[in-house]
């Protein structure tokens, strides 16, 4: 499966442009680690959800 995160290069190389103003990066950078860490969480949840039906249809 491909999630979005993953696909970040181009606003990686946007935060280096030199034009860029501080709260333009600051806004990147807090965007790019939000949404790594909403797609990390979306994932375990999907994964804990799969396995307690998983648990229950044995039950």
């Not at 290069?9 to 709260?23: L, R, Y």
């Amino acid at each position: 499966m491909l999630y979005p995160s993953h696909s970040h290069s181009g606003s990686i190389t946007f935060i280096h442009n030199k034009n860029a103003s501080p709260d333009l990066h600051r806004f990147w950078h807090f965007y790019y680690r939000f949404s790594e860490s909403f797609f990390i969480i979306l994932q375990m949840l999907l994964l804990f959800r799969r396995c307690c039906l998983h648990q229950v249809r044995i039950s």
